[in-house]
């Protein structure tokens, strides 16, 4: 008998030039390629030169013909920067930061004293006649202003790391704590299968691996929904052996959401605190209902069972387990993403909602959570 397991993986930024150690996602420069990146650069040079047009005039507010030369020169000199850099940065992101920082400030000197001698010779009524001390000036301004945002940039670029350092750790922890409550159960359904049929037992040994190879792979933030659903299916096979007719499941799956994205160990432990609080108390069993949809620009994971019986102690597991899921999603998709639960008659419900956000997909089959031939 032989199983295939297709994982999806989050794809990640390529490493520039085959250097799996350096990519451009760790050079604390923007890509200023960005329409908002420039937007925002323009933007800002503007209310400079605006500073500076007011401190210029002597009579009015503002000295306009001063502000539209200005304007010219610092606008011509950020949007040529901006594009050198742009085209620089995968070069730039390999030399570490102390040399792309001179680089970057040598670049911005080299276009600003470019452009003052072009606007010497424009504007400059005598011919041959160089004004040293105005662009020396602009020089010295020049590499005041560039080592201030570049200070700027670096400053935000280890923050950023810190805050994404900070959060993965978080992740991490809430995400070691889930500890499913079915393990010593699926194991005595194991040993009892394994003299009688030894062909179930070995599947559910393969499934039972399976979870907590997903407990224990703390790397992934995000992964695609197909892996969830696939797991959150061997979860219930397990279940299925254990429970046999007690279990009932209905699937309600809208197709095309296969790549939407979701914290790993979200769905799963939704559906097992539904089993076993919702079906495992009751001699008759139930029926657990699991449906996923897409409204406008969200999509909904409902999981709906039998109300619980009143026992604190597992209304206090639901309730941590409920908590623990929503600490991630806050973490990770911030108020967007919304956790509810609630009882209607003999119904209780846990709604999801999550952002439409999509994950790309790199197929990689093997590893040994790939091809298995038992």
């Known amino acids: 008998m032989s199983r295939e397991y297709t994982i999806l993986t989050v794809a990640k930024e390529t490493p520039l030039n085959g250097d799996k150690s350096v990519t451009t996602q760790d050079f604390y420069v923007p890509d200023l390629c960005r329409v908002r990146a420039v937007f925002l650069l323009l933007l800002t040079s503007e209310l400079l030169v ?6 210029q005039a002597e009579t ?6 001063y502000f539209g030369l200005l304007s010219l020169f610092v606008q011509w000199t950020t949007l040529t920067s901006a594009a050198l850099i742009c085209l620089l940065r995968p070069k730039l ?5 102390p040399r792309a920082t001179v680089l970057i400030v040598a670049i911005v000197l080299a276009d600003v004293f470019a452009f003052s001698l072009f606007a010497n010779s424009v504007l400059n009524p005598i011919p041959d006649a160089i004004a040293w001390q105005t662009i020396a000036k602009k020089l010295l301004l020049a590499l005041l ?7 700027y940039f670096y400053l935000q670029h280890q923050w950023q790391q810190q805050r994404e ?3 993965g750790a978080r992740l991490a922890a809430l995400q070691a704590r ?3 409550h079915f393990l010593f159960n699926s194991m005595n359904t194991i040993a009892s299968l394994i003299a009688t049929r030894p062909e179930q037992a070995e599947e559910a040994v ?4 399976e979870l907590f190879r997903a407990s224990l792979r703390t790397s992934d933030q995000l992964i695609p929904l197909a892996r969830e659903l696939a797991l959150c299916h061997r979860y219930l096979a397990i279940e299925a052996l254990r429970l046999g007719d007690r279990l009932k499941v209905e699937w309600a799956v809208t197709p095309g959401l296969e790549q939407q994205a979701i914290p790993p160990l979200t769905l799963q432990p939704l559906i097992e605190n539904a089993i076993y609080h919702g079906i495992q108390p009751r001699p008759e069993g139930g029926t657990v209902r699991i449906e996923v949809s897409r409204r406008q620009e969200f999509v909904y994971l409902i999981v709906q069972n039998p109300a619980p019986e009143h026992d604190q102690r597992r209304h206090r597991g639901n309730r941590v387990a409920l908590a623990n899921i929503q600490s991630r999603l806050q973490a990770l998709f911030g108020e967007p993403a919304v956790l509810k639960h609630s009882q209607h008659e003999s119904i209780y419900t846990v709604t999801l909602r999550l952002p439409r956000r999509t994950v790309s997909q790199q197929s990689a089959i093997g590893d040994k959570g790939g091809e298995q031939t038992p």
């Open 50 to 55: 605006l500073v500076m047009a007011i401190v």
């Open 60 to 65: 009015a507010w503002i000295d306009w013909n």
């Open 93 to 97: 992101a390999r030399m570490g930061t």
């Open 145 to 151: 202003i560039v080592l201030m945002v570049l200070r």
């Open 165 to 167: 350092a900070e959060m």
């Open 178 to 180: 889930i500890q499913p």
């Open 206 to 209: 393969l499934d039972l691996s």
